[in-house]
Structure formats: structure tokens, C-alpha cells
């Protein structure tokens, strides 16, 4: 028998017969598969080569794909018990969890989903073991005769779904599934999951094919793990930006407009304006000059640019006028292209820096739509710089620096970065690429940012830097992009001429920090939870005069406050003071601001903010230059300092006085 050499994770390295499996040469305690020279690997599969050899814990991100995958299994094979008609397609693992699609007569409702979960639950605990097998084509088709998905997904040779060259299936009890692999060694390995929901996805995500029943579930390394994702999931719901739009008065989707396209409110409408301001004068600050280009465009444009031979099922269809179609711009690039063009440019002109509120639309199919998050009409803070090749690595660096520092005003401030570089049809030459993808690398690492190199995942056109968030409850968004592309400059031809007299082309940086406003406000949104800072709140002080009495001095407190430049509203309604408090709460109003016979006589304020401190008689004049210092500052909501008489027998007493009153 052939042998083959394994260098295990103590260092030594063991010379042991082909077909030797990881669980007999490594300590698989809390193990559920092993990594072959970083290759995912059932434990129980035989060694068929040199390699080392690490076992992989459920405890760790590949980990969790292999639980997550494996209770995709047993939630089809749950399915398939109960509902002997149902046809399984495919059930990968997801971000945090996985699902499985189901081609089924009827819709799963929450009583089946439970039944389901039970039968899975007893599935886990007779701990059946997985084991695979590989088939030729032909038996793989005849295993899976009266199942249509799998034999379409053989057929293809989809290699992602274990039907490459050659076929791997996986089978536990009576249950077979077409499968890459690796699992855990048997269904008792599976620690702790939970099904979600059910929803109707189609096959292949092709609205023209067979509509199926997704459902989802998660997996983790223990009950615990679960039971914290399962908090993060109640605190993504009650952070939901489609909710918070309602509730706080912010947008809608009006179905007369039409899917993905919302509709801002006058608060909405506020805090855009006020996220485009700070965007303005940002791109004012940093050199880059505004440019304006319209909605609609002849097709010629987009037939130079080629994205009407790329991106045309991206793009709304077009309008027949005048012997010509007519399309909505999906992007700006190729008309901010137009404006570089308009005339010769010198290297003395270098770098451009050109900047736009562009508002793109794209056709997203309805399916993916997601309040803002993913919209048909999209408003990028678009750029496009056009570089000399000795200015790129100074602009790119510059550029990422105003990402981040725009990211960190709006509260963000966990990052990741993806580089990703050139693909294996590309665009330009090899020589070019280098360039760049060096510039890029030399900004990150100059950045000290935390960041991966995908290794040929650039578009064809571009290699790029990603960045990515993590909010307030850990979730990971993908904001900003930085682009350096080699297409369009020469598409369209693009030149300048150097100190040498000759004629350059320059490179072409795109570059968006919101990426989409919509989408950033639903992010931001969802980041503070509704919360705003009190540079974007609406309202920024709710002002709650404990009886009529008071609305004169109420009207004074928003009048100071106004002076200054601020946002107060008065609540004049007849309600109770705690109800009224309450209201601004949940309006999340930053600072909720309670006047009564006290406040009025001293000229002073009574403050609540949003998570409950509070502090009485603080005079007014400080309550609007502590605000508005706030503001400027775009800092969170905080109290002023205090700077009242010392805490005294007789300040004490004063408190206590003020309590029957002031009860906030
Ligand atoms: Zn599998
Ligand atoms: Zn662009």
C-alpha cells in the first residue's frame, strides 16, 4: 500500500498508509472535520496525499461552515421523512447560518417548521454517521433519478455542489445527499441550531423557473453561541431601518411609485440633506469640483463605456424618442468620463477630481429588494479622480483616509478592508495592473487598517480596496470602494500631455464613501438603533412644558434655541408630562427637555437624554452652547457639565424640593 508523509500539528511529521483518516492521527476532541493543507476534510476520510494536517474545531469561522452544512443535511433529510413528495435543491451554508430549498406543493407554515425542527432534533440524537462516496456520472444520475435539481446540478457539473469532474454524495441512515463536503463524522456532532422562517425563493434565483420553500436555519459551536446569535437576531429586528422609517416618521415605499423606490418625509428628507451637506463640504475641503450630469442618456454612451454589453440586465429598458433610445444612467462614470474629455488636458490640470450627487438607477430584481438597503434608485456621492501614474499612490492613500474619516463621524469605527486583485481576464496590461494593485497595497499598509487580499476577485476591468464595517451588534456591511480602473480610460480614449510633451493616459479612480445614501442611512440607522447624534437627529430637543402655564416660557427655550441654529420642537399637547416624555423616547429625541415653574424662574432647563441620566436646573444659556458645541463637534448626546452649586445640605434639599415637579 502506498504511504503518504503527514506533518501534524506538533511538528512531527508521521509516515502512515494511504487512506489513514485525520481522526486516527489527530486529538479530534471538539473537532468536527480537519483542514488537508487548508483544504476542508472530513475526519473519517482517508489521506491521499502528503500534506499537513490541522483539525478544524466547530469553534472557528470554516468550523462553523462544516456544522452549519452538515445541519443543512439533516433538515433536508428531516423534510424528506415527513414529506416524502417533497424534491430537495440545494442548502448551502450561509454568512450565520444556512438553508434549503424545497420543491413542495404547499408553503411551510410555523406548525411545520416545528415538526421539522423535532424530527431534525431526533435525527441529532441518534447520531448517524455521515459517509461519503464518490460516483461515476452515470450513477450519480440514476441515484438521483426522481430527484429533477440534483440531476440538473449533476448535469452542469456544478464542482460547488460536489458535481466536478468527480461526484461526491453523502449519505447518512437512508438520506443521500450531492455534496462537496466535508461533514462532521455524525449528526451527534452537530452542537446546537435552530430553524428561522420559511419564504419562497426560486431555483437558480430565476423568477422564470420552479418557485420553491426556503428555509433557514443557523448553527453554532454550542448552546450558548446560539442563544447570542439569537439575541443579535431580536436586536437586528428591533433595529430594523424599515421599521425605524415608519416609526420615526422617516420614508416609505409608496406601491403607486413602485418597488425599491422610497419616498423621504420631511424628517427623512432632514437627516439626507444634512448627511449631503457634511458630504459636500467634506469634498469641497479635500479639492474635488462639482460636476452635474443628467438622468437620461442616449445609448451611445453606454455602448462606448460597453456597459450596455455587460451591465445592460442591470439597467432600467430603454425609451424610444427621436429615433433613439434613451436609457436612466445606471452609473455616472462614463458622463464625469465626458467632462475630462471635453477639452485637452495637461498634466498641469492633474489630478481631477470630479464630484457629483448622482442618482443612478438599477434593476433589482424584487426579489432582493430591502427597504433602503438595496433600492432601485440609488444616490451615489460619486467620484472619479483622473491621475497622473506618479500621483495614484498619493491620491489613493488620501482617499481612504477621507473613507474612514467619513465613516468614524457617523459612529463607525470597526473596519476591514478587501484588496482585490487582478482576475485571470483582464483588461489594460499585466504592467499596469502591478502598479496598481501595488498603490493600493501601499495605502493599506500605510493605513495600519486590518485587511485581506482576494487574490484574483478584481472585476475584469479593476482591481479595488473594499472596506467593510461591523456595527453596533457586531453585523459586517460592505461600504466604500476604491477602484482603480484600466477599461474605461481607454474606451473612451482618454489623455493628457505630460511635461514630456507626449500624450499619457491617465488612470481612473472611482470612488464612493456613502456608496449609496439610501443604503448608508439604513445602515446608520440600524447602527444607532434609531438613536441619531444630535448633528443628524431631526429634532434635536423635545422640549415638554410641564403644564400650559408654561408654553410662554417653552416658546422662549425654542426661541434661544432656534438662535443658536438648532432644532427644537415644543410639545403643546395636552397630555400628561410623563406621556409626553415618553413620546419623545420613542420619537428618539436626543434631548428631551422638561420646563416647569423652577426652570422658569431660574431660567434654567431640566434635561433627560435617551439612556435615562438626566440633570436639573441647568441654565439655558448653557444648555444651547452645550448643544450647539455638540453639534459642531458631531458628538453623541451628553449632559452638560454641571456647574451648579456644589451637591450642599441646602443644594440637596433644593433636589428634593424639585422632586414633586420635576419628576422626569
Ligand atoms: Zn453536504
Ligand atoms: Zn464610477
New binding site residues.
Given amino acids: 500500500m502506498p504511504e503518504v508523509q503527514i506533518k501534524l500539528p506538533d511538528g512531527s511529521v508521521r509516515q502512515v498508509p494511504a487512506g489513514t483518516t485525520p481522526a486516527e492521527l489527530l486529538d479530534t476532541t471538539d473537532a468536527v472535520a480537519a483542514l488537508v493543507d487548508a483544504e476542508p476534510w472530513d475526519l473519517r476520510r482517508g489521506l491521499d496525499r502528503d500534506a499537513t494536517l490541522i483539525a478544524l474545531p466547530a469553534a472557528s469561522e470554516q468550523g462553523r461552515v462544516v456544522v452549519r452544512h452538515s445541519t443543512a443535511h439533516v433538515l433536508a433529510q428531516a423534510v424528506t421523512d415527513l414529506y416524502p413528495e417533497a424534491r430537495y435543491a440545494i442548502g448551502p451554508p450561509t454568512e450565520d447560518g444556512f438553508y434549503y430549498d424545497f420543491d413542495v406543493p404547499a408553503p411551510f407554515t410555523p406548525e411545520d417548521l416545528e415538526r421539522i425542527e423535532a424530527r431534525m432534533r431526533q435525527i441529532v440524537a441518534e447520531g448517524q454517521p455521515f459517509r461519503r462516496e464518490e460516483l461515476s456520472r452515470d450513477d450519480a444520475l440514476r441515484l438521483f433519478a426522481d430527484q429533477p435539481y440534483k440531476r440538473e446540478i449533476i448535469e452542469a457539473t456544478d464542482e460547488s455542489e460536489g458535481a466536478g469532474p468527480a461526484i461526491s454524495v453523502y449519505t447518512n441512515d437512508g438520506f443521500v445527499d450531492l455534496c462537496r463536503g466535508p461533514h462532521v463524522p455524525s449528526t451527534a456532532a452537530i452542537p446546537a441550531f435552530k430553524l428561522l422562517r420559511a419564504a419562497g425563493a426560486y431555483w437558480r434565483g430565476d423568477e422564470s423557473r420552479q418557485q420553491l420553500q426556503r428555509i433557514y436555519g443557523t448553527a453554532w459551536e454550542s448552546e450558548e453561541a446560539l442563544a447570542d446569535h439569537m439575541h443579535r437576531l431580536e436586536e437586528a429586528e428591533r433595529r430594523d431601518h424599515r421599521r425605524l422609517g415608519l416609526e420615526l416618521d422617516l420614508f416609505h415605499f409608496p406601491p403607486e411609485i413602485g418597488s425599491g423606490l422610497p419616498a423621504f418625509h420631511p424628517k427623512g428628507g432632514l437627516v439626507r440633506k444634512l448627511m449631503e451637506d457634511y458630504s459636500r463640504a467634506e469634498h469641497e475641503a479635500a479639492g474635488y469640483s462639482f460636476v452635474w450630469t443628467p438622468h437620461l442618456t442616449k445609448s451611445t454612451l453606454f455602448e462606448i463605456s460597453g456597459h450596455l454589453g455587460w451591465y445592460a440586465d442591470s439597467m432600467y429598458p430603454p425609451m424610444e424618442l427621436e429615433g433613439a433610445q434613451y436609457y436612466l444612467k445606471p452609473?455616472?462614470?462614463p458622463m464625469?468620463i465626458l467632462i475630462y474629455r471635453s477639452r485637452g488636458r495637461s498634466y498641469r490640470e492633474l489630478p481631477q477630481r470630479l464630484f457629483e450627487f448622482g442618482t443612478v438607477y438599477r434593476y433589482e430584481r424584487s426579489g432582493v429588494i430591502h427597504g433602503l438597503a438595496r433600492v432601485r434608485g440609488i444616490t451615489q456621492d460619486?467620484a472619479?479622480i483622473f491621475c497622473s501614474r506618479e500621483q495614484l499612490t498619493g491620491e489613493l492613500a488620501s482617499l481612504l483616509e477621507f473613507v474612514l474619516r467619513l465613516l468614524r463621524t457617523f459612529g463607525l469605527t470597526e473596519f476591514e478592508a478587501e484588496l482585490a486583485t487582478r482576475p485571470e481576464k483582464f483588461v489594460g496590461n499585466v504592467e499596469e495592473w502591478d502598479q496598481a494593485e501595488a498603490a493600493l497595497k501601499e495605502t493599506l499598509d500605510a493605513s495600519g487598517l486590518k485587511y485581506v487580499v482576494a487574490e484574483g476577485e478584481g472585476a475584469f476591468y479593476a482591481p479595488k480596496i473594499d472596506v467593510h464595517i461591523r456595527d453596533a451588534i457586531g453585523r459586517r456591511w460592505q461600504m466604500s470602494t476604491l477602484?482603480v480602473?484600466f477599461q474605461l480610460p481607454q474606451r473612451f480614449g482618454l489623455e493628457y500631455t505630460g511635461a514630456d510633451n507626449a500624450r499619457h493616459r491617465p488612470f481612473m479612480i472611482?470612488r464612493?464613501l456613502f456608496g449609496s445614501v439610501e443604503r448608508f442611512l439604513a445602515v446608520v440607522l440600524e447602527h444607532y438603533a434609531g438613536a441619531l447624534p444630535p448633528w443628524l437627529a431631526p429634532v434635536q430637543a423635545r422640549l415638554v412644558p410641564i403644564a400650559d402655564r408654561h408654553l410662554a416660557y417653552a416658546a422662549v427655550v425654542a426661541e434661544a434655541l432656534r438662535g443658536a441654529g438648532l432644532r427644537p420642537e415644543v410639545d403643546s399637547s395636552s397630555g400628561r408630562m410623563q406621556a409626553k416624555v415618553r413620546d419623545a423616547q420613542l420619537a428618539k429625541v436626543p434631548y428631551i427637555v422638561v420646563l416647569g415653574d423652577r426652570d422658569e424662574q431660574a431660567e434654567a432647563v431640566s434635561i433627560r437624554l435617551l439612556d435615562g441620566s438626566e440633570r436639573r436646573g441647568v441654565p439655558l444659556a448653557d444648555f444651547v452652547q452645550h448643544l450647539a458645541a455638540a453639534v459642531a463637534a458631531k458628538d453623541h448626546a451628553s449632559l452638560p457639565p454641571d456647574t451648579g452649586p456644589k451637591p450642599s445640605a441646602e443644594g440637596l434639599s433644593n433636589a428634593v424640593d424639585q422632586k414633586p415637579g420635576h419628576n422626569l
Fill in positions: 452609473m455616472n462614470c464625469h460619486d472619479h477602484q480602473d472611482h464612493d
